[in-house]
C-alpha cells in the first residue's frame, strides 16, 4: 500500500527530536493565543514568519500548523469556562459549552471538545494522504489557462463566502492584486508603483503588510474600542465523560467531522461557518431542540468537531495546488516561498519529506494538544488575567523584530507602520483586509498566467473558455456568484453572520 | 432616511477605492500597454484599477441608500503613537543597537494605550528586553549590535 508508505515515512519525518520539539512548541504557542482574546492565529504566524527563516522548512511548516490548529483548542476552552471565545469559531461553543461549565459539567464539556477535535483531526489527515496526490497528478497537468482560471475561482470563492458584503470582498481582493504588482515586473524589467524609492522595486513585502495591517492595525482599532473583559475563575473540575456523554456525542462528532472537511475544502469558508452549521444541523436533529443552549454535550461535540475539520482541511487545496483557500493558508504559502520553495503540486513530489512530514506532524500535534489541554486548563485559565496593556506592547515588540529581521533593514518598519494606519481605515470603514491578503499573494502568479495564457492562443481571450477544466472553473466561478446573489440565500447568509458575530 | 455623508461608512469605503483605482490607473499611463497577445506592464494594473474604480462606485451607491454609520471610536492618542513607536524603532536598531531600540518601542507602545503605570511598564521593558535577547540573540543567533560600538559588534 503506498499510502501508508507515505504516512510511515512522514511519520519517520514529524518523529526527529527537532520536529517533534517544534511542533510542540507551535501548538502551545497555538494554545496560547488561542486562549488570549486580541491576538489571532493570523497576525501571529505573520509576527513568527521571519523567525522561521532561520529554521528547516519542514520543521519551520511545522510550527507554522501547529500555531493555526492549536488556537482552535485554545480558543474553545476560555469558551467553555468563561463564556470568552479566544477565536471567533469558537463563538458557537459558548452557548452549550459555558451552560454545561455552569452546571458544573466543565470537565466533560473539555473533554469532548478535544476527544471531538482529535478525531476530525485524525479523519482530516487521512483525507489529506488520501486525495491530496491525486489531486496534485491532476494540477500538474494544468496549463496557465486553467491556473489563471483556477486562481480566479479561488479568489472569488474566497471573497464571496468569507465577507458579509460581496462587493466590499471582491474590491479587497483587487485591491490586493494591485498591491501585488508594486516592484519591478518580471518581463519588462520596469519598476511599477515604486514611487522612485528603490526599497519598492523588490515589492511590498508579505509580512510588512501582514504584520501591519493584522497585528498593529488591529491593535489600534482595539484600542479605541476597549473591550471589557471579565474573568471568573471557578476551579475546574477534572470530570470524565460518562458513557453516556460518549454514546450522545458520537454521531455529532461524525457530522461535525464531515460538516467541516467539507466546508474545509472551499476557500473562504472560516472554521466559524463550519461550526455553525454543524451546530444547527444537531439541532434539528435531537430529539429535544429545546436542550440547545442549556447545555446540550451535542452542541459542544459537532461544532467543536466540524472547526477542527474545517481548519485542517484547508491543507488540501494549499498544499496540492498551491491556491491558498484562507488568508492564514496564504501565510503558509508565504512560510514556504521564504524557505525558497515555489508553492504548487511539484511540491508533493519534489519536496515529499515537507509534505509527508507535515501530515505526519498534524496527527501528533493534536495527540499533543489533548494532553496538553486537558491536565493544564487551570494554566491557561490563568493566563486570561493578563490584561491587554501588557499584552499589546509585548505584540508590537515580536512585530518589530520580526519585521526588521526580513531585510535587516528598518524601511519595512516604516511601511509596516503605513499599512498599520491603512489597515485601520479599512477595518473602519468594514472593508475585511482577508480578501485583500489572498489578492496579494495570487496577484503576480495571476498575472504571469494572463500573459502566458494570452501568448498561447495568440492573444485569443476565449482560451479560457474552450479548454474543458478551464472552463469548469469559470463556469464554477459565475455559478458561486449566482447562488450567493440570490435573494435567499443572501438573507439566511445575513441570519448567520449576525448569531455568530453577536 | 435622508442621505448624509458624514460619518456614512460604504461612501466613504467607495472613495478609498475610487481613489485607489484612479490612482493605479493614473500612474499605470506611464508604463506600455501593449496588446492582450503581448502584454506590456501597464495591461494588467490598468484593467485592474477600472475594475477598482467600478466596485468603488458601487460600494458608494451602497453607501448613499443604506446610511450606515462607522461603528465605535478612534483612539486618536493610538493612532498617532503606536506607529510612531515603530518608526522610532526602525531607526534608532540601525543606528544605535537592539537593547536601546527596545528599550523605546516598549514604553512608546505602551503609551499609546488608554493606561499607563511607570512601574509596571518597567518592569514589562525590562521583561521584554531579556525574553528576546535570549529569543532572538543567543537563540537564533540573530546579528544585530546590542549597543552599537559597546555591546556585540
Sequence with gaps: MELFNNLIFGFSVALTWQNLWFCFIGVFLGTLIGVLPGIGPLATIAMLLPITFNVPPVAALIMLAGIYYGAQYGGSTTAILVNLPGETSAVVTCMDGYQMARQGRAGPALAIAAIGSFVAGTFCTLLIALFGPPLAEVALKFGAPEYFSLMLMGLVAAAVLAGDNI??????????????????????????????IPELTDGIGFIVIAVGVFAMGEIIANLGDPEERKVFTDKVPALMPSKKDLKDSFWPIIRGTSIGAFLGVLPGTGPSIASFSSYMLEKKMADDPSRFGKGAIEGVAGPESANNADAQCKFIPTLTLGIPASATMALM??????????????????????????????????AMLVILNLPLVGLWVMLLKVPYRLLFPAI??????????????????????????????????????????????????????????????????????????????????????????????????????????? | MKFDWRNN????????????????????????????????????????????????????????????????????????????SATIFGYVMEHVGFIPALALLIPAAAASGNEFKWGEVALLTIGLIVLSLAIFIWGLGLPYPLIKGLWGY
Design chain 1, 167 to 196: 462587493t466590499k470582498s471582491l474590491a479587497m481582493v483587487v485591491v490586493g492584486l494591485l498591491f501585488g504588482i508594486v516592484g519591478t515586473d518580471v518581463n519588462s524589467g520596469m519598476a511599477r508603483y515604486s514611487f522612485g
Design chain 2, 9 to 84: 461608512r460604504d461612501f466613504f469605503a467607495g472613495l478609498v477605492y475610487i481613489g485607489t483605482g484612479a490612482v493605479g490607473m493614473i500612474m499605470a499611463l506611464d508604463y506600455p500597454f501593449g496588446s492582450a497577445l503581448r502584454m506590456g506592464p501597464g495591461y494588467f494594473p490598468t484593467v485592474l484599477g477600472g475594475i477598482m474604480v467600478a466596485f468603488g462606485l458601487a460600494v458608494l451607491l451602497q453607501g448613499v441608500k443604506n446610511n450606515e454609520k462607522i461603528k465605535g471610536n478612534w483612539s486618536i492618542r493610538a493612532l498617532i503613537i503606536l506607529p510612531l
Design chain 1, 333 to 366: 504559502l508565504g512560510a514556504l516561498t521564504i524557505q525558497g520553495i515555489a508553492p504548487g503540486p511539484q511540491v508533493m513530489t519534489q519536496k515529499p519529506d515537507l509534505f509527508w512530514g507535515l501530515i505526519a506532524s498534524m496527527w501528533i500535534g493534536n
Design chain 1, 396 to 502: 508590537m515588540c515580536f512585530s518589530c523584530i520580526g519585521i526588521y529581521s526580513v531585510n535587516n533593514s528598518p524601511f519595512e518598519v516604516y511601511m509596516a507602520s503605513i499599512f498599520a494606519l491603512i489597515g485601520l481605515v479599512w477595518m473602519k470603514l468594514d472593508m475585511p483586509p482577508a480578501p485583500m491578503l489572498l489578492g496579494f499573494v495570487l496577484g503576480p502568479l495571476m498575472e504571469e498566467n494572463l500573459r502566458r495564457a494570452l501568448l498561447i492562443s495568440r492573444g485569443d481571450p476565449t482560451v479560457f473558455f474552450t479548454r474543458p477544466i478551464s472552463l469548469g472553473f469559470m463556469i464554477a466561478t459565475v455559478l458561486i456568484i449566482i447562488v450567493m446573489v440570490l435573494p435567499a440565500v443572501k438573507a439566511r447568509r445575513a441570519s448567520i453572520t449576525d448569531s455568530v458575530q453577536t
